[in-house]
């Protein structure tokens, strides 16, 4: 105990150094961030991470927070005010879009995350494009080319780069190429291969994530820009940390059909506002066969929850949907940091 | 040729489970009982020989390579069912019987041939979705729980000489799909025969014959469909056509149900050359107002799709503009019909603009409620109107 007191003492003694003092000069408070950069399974030295308030207009150039480079072990910190960040990371020829942006740091409790690095290098399209104006893609993870992943296109960050996006092409062919037609402007790209073959809805392990790390990209009219984007497949911890994955404030319950036996494959559904049309703020992980869900969340306030077992869009006939109906508007509360247990949602067959 | 030889001998060893992955040239043969989810990969083929009883224990089939059945029954209890992912027109699955499956046979994609097939005691029998453009012929949906035939997410699937069946609520459920063909066709004893849903929905349905249903044609939401010399007969409620669905109904014989064509909220359909004799109400309008619909109907629509809709919309989704109506004159067009000899004599004595005994329209009730507010109920237009049946043969 004493051991790993002194083990875990040492190693927030030798962030705060790396980070605090090598970038002002003068004592600050310890990291609230902290974690380690991976590339390939391993530690990866000298890479810094970037954050990006998530009320930023835009990201690009210099971040207003950046951290010291990781030491060899991989180990970095950062000290970031309350709020939800963008997290990236950039080394030599190697680059981290952290797939759970925005993330949600506390002041008072340490966050210590895990940054997957992807290899920059890759080859741009060749050939003749199909299209006046827009973007041709590369997709690749490991060095190989994707297949069967989409390129989304964002305007903004108003999505904070979540959902269908301005548009959404897919799926990459056997070499990973993917083509999107679009119009002269900015935008921010980004590419996923879900296993479950949807263009929506959150992303589990085994999936692949990637963003452009030359975002925003400006498409001129006319003009077709080549880039290579890799992306990085999920890890599996995304699957068994639901309760703390996007915030410290949790819902759990069962979701059941009207006989009250638990459904399976279905995901609870997280909204602000009780018409529950916009992008959900968050969806669980599909249910196992005791339909238990848990959502985490960063802030408390009042939400509106539904469930159903396919995500994007309305639900079709024949799909499962339903409301949380403890109280008349479908309506719960909860405190920040809190945790509401025992919510059920009933789901039924839409026709 | 030997790598072959060994493996259709393999599959005809009685066997109690399979690998998970069938790559090569697979044939199965024989009665089998399938404990784990069986995977036919992309390149690789699967033959099911005729006479084959394949049992599933709640598991499934998915097949990316290609898939060829003959005449073999594919049961089990709650079993997943078969999937095909884009398989090309060299899968097909002809004659014998898919049951007892959540669904019995999922196509995503592709091309394949489902030919004299009976899906009987699925939750659905046969789903077509992600544009598959498949065929199905001469196939028995009978007694399945919710559908027996669903199209879906932009099917253009061609559907010849089917025969639905007493199933648990709709024969066919075309959603958001536009079948490149849809002829002769059979439907009976089904709660609804033929629904058509959404915005997106526009076939063209052609010589069907649907007897004795609840309802045999439900148009909603939207749906633009076409029907022509189609058979509708004997059923409760002949067409329903609903919530801003404009259909074009021609040259069809609906005749002898206890309403024939009933129209609702905001539906303007245009019924002409049709043979609507011997129904007890021909047409039957229910809240459905020229006036509700410029001053309500965007507004309960947007209302509607905040109670029911949940989720962000497809990017693709109806706009309202799409959805409100072009014409707006306070009646429903229903000229150039044949309404039957009793009807002749009335429409004789009556004119063009008499209350007539088997139109229940505004004539009949000139007002409905509605919220806070009483509003006219439309009028069917129905002069000039034919004089003698209508000779199919020349039609």
Request: charged share 20%; proline share 5%; glycine share 12%.
């Given at each position: 105990?004493?051991k790993a007191f002194?083990?875990a003492?040492?190693?927030?003694?030798?962030?705060?150094l790396?980070?605090?003092c090598?970038a002002?000069?003068?004592?600050?408070?310890?990291?609230?961030?902290?974690?380690?950069?991976?590339?390939?399974?391993?530690p990866?030295?000298?890479?810094?991470?970037?954050?990006?308030p998530?009320?930023?207009?835009?990201?690009?150039?210099m971040?207003?927070?950046?951290?010291?480079?990781?030491?060899d072990?991989?180990?970095?910190g950062?000290?970031?005010p309350?709020?939800r960040?963008?997290?990236?990371a950039?080394?030599?020829?190697?680059?981290?879009?952290?797939?759970r942006?925005?993330v949600?740091?506390s002041?008072?409790?340490?966050?210590?995350i895990?940054?997957g690095?992807?290899?920059?290098a890759?080859?741009?399209?060749?050939?003749?494009?199909?299209?006046?104006?827009g973007?041709?893609?590369?997709?690749?993870?490991d060095?190989?080319?994707?297949?069967?992943?989409?390129?989304?296109?964002?305007?903004?960050?108003?999505?904070?780069?979540?959902?269908m996006g301005?548009?959404?092409?897919?799926?990459?062919?056997d070499?990973?190429?993917?083509e999107?037609?679009?119009?002269?402007?900015t935008?921010y790209?980004?590419?996923?291969?879900?296993?479950?073959?949807?263009?929506?809805?959150?992303?589990?392990?085994g999936?692949?994530?990637g963003y452009?790390?030359?975002?925003?990209?400006?498409i001129?009219?006319?003009?077709?820009?080549?880039?290579?984007?890799?992306?990085?497949?999920?890890?599996?911890k995304?699957?068994?940390?639901q309760?703390?994955?996007?915030?410290?404030?949790?819902?759990?319950?069962?979701i059941?059909?009207a006989?009250?036996?638990?459904?399976s494959?279905?995901r609870?559904?997280?909204y602000?506002?009780?018409?529950?049309?916009?992008r959900?703020?968050?969806?669980?992980q599909?249910?196992?066969?005791?339909g238990?869900?848990?959502?985490s969340?960063?802030?408390?306030?009042?939400y509106?929850?539904?469930g159903?077992?396919?995500?994007?869009?309305a639900?079709?006939?024949?799909?499962?949907?339903?409301t949380?109906?403890?109280?008349?508007?479908?309506?719960?509360?909860v405190?920040r940091?809190g945790?509401?247990?025992?919510?059920?949602?009933i789901?039924e067959?839409?026709? | 040729?030997?790598?072959?030889?060994?493996t259709i001998?393999?599959?005809?060893?009685?066997?109690?489970?399979?690998?998970?992955?069938?790559?090569?040239?697979?044939?199965?043969?024989?009665?089998?009982?399938?404990?784990?989810?069986?995977?036919?990969e992309?390149?690789a083929t699967?033959?099911?020989?005729p006479?084959?009883?394949?049992v599933?224990?709640?598991?499934g089939?998915?097949?990316a390579?290609?898939?060829?059945?003959?005449?073999?029954?594919?049961t089990?209890?709650?079993?997943?069912?078969?999937t095909?992912?884009?398989?090309?027109?060299?899968?097909?699955?002809?004659?014998?019987?898919?049951?007892?499956?959540?669904?019995?046979?999922?196509?995503g994609?592709?091309s394949?041939?489902?030919e004299?097939?009976?899906?009987?005691?699925?939750?659905?029998?046969?789903?077509l979705r992600?544009k598959?453009?498949?065929?199905?012929?001469?196939?028995?949906f009978?007694?399945?729980?919710?559908?027996?035939l669903?199209?879906k997410?932009g099917?253009?699937?061609?559907?010849?000489?089917?025969?639905?069946e007493?199933n648990g609520?709709?024969?066919?459920y075309?959603?958001?799909?536009?079948p490149?063909?849809?002829v002769?066709?059979?439907f009976?004893d089904n709660p609804?025969g033929?629904?058509?849903?959404?915005f997106?929905?526009?076939?063209?349905?052609?010589?069907?014959?649907l007897?004795?249903?609840?309802?045999?044609v439900l148009?909603?939401?939207a749906?633009?469909?076409?029907?022509?010399?189609?058979?509708?007969?004997?059923?409760?409620?002949g067409?329903?056509?609903h919530?801003?669905?404009?259909?074009?109904?021609?040259?069809?014989?609906?005749?002898?149900?206890?309403?024939?064509?009933?129209?609702?909220f905001?539906?303007?359909?245009?019924l002409?050359?049709?043979?609507?004799?011997?129904?007890?109400?021909?047409?039957?309008l229910?809240?459905?107002?020229?006036?509700w619909e410029?001053q309500?109907g965007?507004?309960?629509?947007e209302?509607e799709?905040?109670?029911?809709?949940?989720?962000?919309q497809?990017?693709?989704?109806?706009?309202?503009?799409?959805?409100?109506?072009?014409?707006?004159?306070?009646?429903?067009?229903?000229?150039?019909?044949w309404?039957?000899?009793?009807?002749l004599?009335?429409?004789t004595?009556?004119?063009?603009?008499?209350?007539l005994?088997?139109?229940?329209?505004?004539r009949d009730?000139?007002?409905?409620e509605d919220?806070d507010?009483?509003w006219?109920?439309?009028?069917?237009?129905?002069?000039?109107?034919?004089?003698?049946p209508i000779?199919?043969?020349k039609?």
């Amino acid at each position: 105990m004493t051991k790993a007191f002194c083990q875990a003492g040492l190693l927030l003694l030798a962030i705060f150094l790396l980070t605090g003092c090598a970038a002002s000069g003068r004592p600050q408070q310890p990291p609230n961030l902290l974690g380690q950069s991976m590339l390939d399974g391993k530690p990866h030295a000298g890479v810094t991470i970037s954050a990006w308030p998530v009320e930023a207009s835009r990201l690009g150039n210099m971040a207003p927070f950046r951290s010291a480079p990781s030491d060899d072990k991989g180990r970095f910190g950062l000290v970031l005010p309350e709020g939800r960040y963008y997290l990236f990371a950039d080394g030599d020829g190697v680059f981290a879009y952290y797939g759970r942006n925005p993330v949600a740091v506390s002041v008072s409790e340490n966050r210590d995350i895990s940054i997957g690095l992807v290899r920059t290098a890759g080859e741009r399209p060749e050939g003749e494009p199909f299209l006046n104006s827009g973007v041709m893609a590369n997709l690749s993870a490991d060095g190989t080319p994707l297949a069967g992943a989409t390129l989304y296109a964002y305007l903004d960050l108003t999505s904070e780069l979540k959902g269908m996006g301005y548009v959404m092409v897919g799926p990459s062919d056997d070499g990973g190429l993917v083509e999107a037609e679009l119009p002269a402007g900015t935008y921010y790209l980004l590419a996923r291969k879900r296993l479950s073959g949807q263009g929506v809805g959150p992303l589990r392990s085994g999936d692949f994530v990637g963003y452009y790390p030359g975002n925003p990209v400006r498409i001129e009219s006319g003009k077709v820009s080549r880039i290579h984007l890799p992306l990085l497949e999920v890890p599996e911890k995304v699957d068994s940390l639901q309760a703390s994955l996007f915030g410290g404030t949790t819902l759990q319950g069962v979701i059941v059909n009207a006989a009250g036996i638990p459904v399976s494959g279905a995901r609870a559904v997280l909204y602000r506002d009780a018409q529950m049309l916009n992008r959900p703020l968050a969806v669980s992980q599909p249910t196992a066969v005791d339909g238990e869900f848990i959502i985490s969340i960063p802030d408390g306030g009042t939400y509106f929850l539904a469930g159903r077992n396919t995500i994007g869009g309305a639900p079709g006939p024949g799909e499962l949907f339903g409301t949380y109906d403890g109280t008349p508007d479908h309506s719960l509360k909860v405190e920040r940091g809190g945790s509401l247990k025992g919510l059920e949602i009933i789901v039924e067959e839409m026709w | 040729m030997v790598k072959f030889l060994v493996t259709i001998l393999i599959c005809m060893i009685p066997a109690s489970a399979f690998s998970l992955s069938l790559t090569g040239e697979t044939v199965w043969q024989g009665e089998k009982t399938i404990r784990e989810q069986v995977r036919v990969e992309a390149g690789a083929t699967l033959r099911i020989q005729p006479d084959s009883r394949i049992v599933f224990d709640g598991v499934g089939l998915e097949v990316a390579g290609r898939l060829v059945v003959r005449d073999a029954v594919l049961t089990g209890d709650q079993w997943t069912g078969i999937t095909l992912k884009g398989v090309g027109i060299d899968t097909m699955v002809v004659g014998g019987e898919i049951s007892g499956a959540r669904t019995g046979l999922t196509v995503g994609g592709g091309s394949p041939r489902i030919e004299g097939v009976t899906f009987r005691n699925n939750r659905i029998g046969l789903e077509l979705r992600q544009k598959s453009d498949a065929t199905v012929s001469g196939s028995l949906f009978r007694d399945n729980l919710r559908v027996g035939l669903f199209l879906k997410d932009g099917s253009t699937a061609g559907v010849v000489d089917n025969r639905f069946e007493r199933n648990g609520k709709f024969g066919v459920y075309i959603y958001r799909s536009t079948p490149r063909r849809f002829v002769g066709n059979i439907f009976n004893d089904n709660p609804t025969g033929l629904m058509i849903s959404h915005f997106g929905s526009d076939p063209e349905l052609v010589e069907n014959c649907l007897t004795g249903n609840e309802v045999a044609v439900l148009v909603d939401k939207a749906a633009r469909p076409t029907l022509r010399r189609n058979d509708i007969r004997d059923n409760k409620v002949g067409l329903k056509i609903h919530r801003r669905s404009d259909a074009v109904v021609e040259q069809n014989r609906v005749s002898s149900n206890d309403i024939g064509v009933s129209i609702a909220f905001s539906s303007y359909p245009v019924l002409h050359g049709n043979d609507l004799s011997g129904n007890k109400a021909a047409v039957y309008l229910e809240h459905q107002s020229r006036q509700w619909e410029e001053q309500l109907g965007s507004a309960t629509r947007e209302l509607e799709a905040g109670k029911s809709v949940f989720g962000s919309q497809p990017r693709q989704s109806v706009s309202e503009s799409e959805r409100k109506p072009h014409q707006l004159d306070g009646s429903i067009d229903a000229t150039d019909n044949w309404w039957g000899e009793t009807a002749l004599d009335e429409l004789t004595r009556k004119g063009a603009d008499g209350n007539l005994s088997f139109i229940d329209d505004g004539r009949d009730r000139p007002v409905f409620e509605d919220g806070d507010g009483s509003w006219p109920l439309d009028k069917v237009r129905y002069a000039p109107w034919r004089t003698s049946p209508i000779d199919w043969l020349k039609e």
